[in-house]
């Protein structure tokens, strides 16, 4: 039940469209209209929350699917505290089984998102947790992550929001103590996928032609940049999908960046498979791309480059040390695309093909092809 109560009835419409593989699922337009759970808790830069639940058993039956009952606490944008009583389940693969604290999902109950006057269908959110209990580093991984969806907020608007919270979570059981951490609540993916005028599409192996090509290049280059490459767009690993109403083209939306390098958490392992020895070397794994489009997009990148880098040194919740840390980093992705922009002989597909290899290092060897080349 929640404590604030807001009558409204509505009609309810479920709209699914077919793929071939799979399907995509559609919020109606009255979800739409009206406002959600998420709008109603991210009003400000940070947010306070509170769970009550048995964390106990949350924690140390983590690989169970079962929810528990729990209480959700926020305050909305007039000061008014609000509870919902919820479910929880613990999520996510690599996570849940080497967090301290694994992430969570939680689950509103439709009615009363109904009675609150919101929109009934987008009713989950998932919550990423500090994982470490170590406290600053727990909550520098989560900081950092946070601003890492924020970045790609600045560079594309299709994409996923995310909400910086500080969370006060309590056991009701009493068995652990209370605990205040940094959490990043993320947008419900039907209400994602709505906003962006389409639908959620669960599809692998999506044709190249069927993607747009500028939102698979922005996501391709922008994890390139961060140094993620836990990610693939054909088996949608921390990638979901949405077809546009529109168009009829499939928006990748990226998500679920701990792994990067830019975040460099102590748990992250590189793909060695991909042949990458470093939590911090830089592999494309987008597409195939025509030369001009990459130029194209490498061209608005450096148009951000300043924007960028202005976000991560105004996040003056992150120690120093690791906002320099992150904008020396951006810097080093920078410093290397740029020459291979400005010189026109060089084969970005070559480029963005090397393996194995520090971004530093990616630039010297193109050229020294190019340099023996010549010399021929």
């Not at 991210?42 to 929350?49: F, K, Y």
């Not at 102590?266 to 830089?282: E, F, H, M, N, V």
Request: a neutral charge; one cysteine or more; proline letters at 2%.
């Amino acid at each position: 039940m929640i404590t604030r109560f807001i009558i409204i009835t509505y009609a309810s419409l479920f709209l699914p469209v077919f793929g071939v593989y799979g399907f995509a699922k559609s919020a109606s337009n009255d979800q739409e209209r009206l406002g959600s759970i998420f709008q109603t808790i991210a009003h400000q830069e940070v947010v306070d929350i509170s769970i009550h639940a048995d964390l106990a058993q949350l924690i140390d039956n983590r690989r169970s699917e079962a929810y528990l009952d729990a209480t959700f606490t926020h305050y909305d944008a007039q000061g008014a505290k609000i509870n919902y009583d919820v479910k929880v389940q613990t999520r996510g693969k690599f996570r849940r089984r080497v967090c301290d604290f694994p992430p969570i999902k939680l689950k509103f109950a439709k009615k009363n998102l109904d009675a609150a006057g919101l929109a009934r269908d987008f009713n989950d959110l998932k919550l990423v947790t500090h994982c470490l209990d170590d406290r600053e580093a727990g909550n520098e991984n989560v900081l950092k992550e946070y601003l890492i969806y924020k970045l790609y907020n600045q560079l594309n608007p299709n994409s996923l929001r995310a909400q910086l919270v500080r969370v006060t979570y309590v056991d009701t059981q009493g068995k652990i103590g209370k605990t205040k951490r940094y959490g990043i609540l993320l947008e419900n993916t039907d209400e994602m996928a709505a906003r962006l005028g389409g639908s959620e599409y669960e599809v692998m192996n999506v044709a190249p032609d069927s993607i747009s090509k500028t939102d698979e290049m922005t996501t391709a280059l922008f994890q390139y940049m961060i140094a993620n490459a836990d990610w693939d767009l054909r088996m949608l690993r921390n990638v979901k999908l949405v077809l546009h109403a529109g168009t009829g083209k499939v928006i990748p939306v990226p998500y679920d960046f701990d792994f990067a390098g830019l975040v460099n958490t102590s748990y992250a392992l590189p793909q060695t498979d991909k042949g990458l020895y470093s939590i911090r070397d830089r592999l494309y794994l987008g597409n195939s791309f025509e030369q001009t489009s990459m130029r194209h997009t490498l061209a608005y990148f450096m148009t951000q480059k300043e924007h960028l880098l202005h976000t991560i040194k105004q996040m003056k919740l992150l120690s120093a040390a690791s906002r320099t840390d992150m904008m020396r980093y951006v810097e080093s992705f920078y410093n290397s695309i740029e020459p291979a922009y400005a010189n026109t002989d060089i084969d970005l597909t070559a480029f963005f093909s090397l393996k194995n290899a520090s971004v530093e290092a990616l630039y010297e060897q193109q050229m020294y092809g190019l340099q023996a080349k010549g010399r021929k």
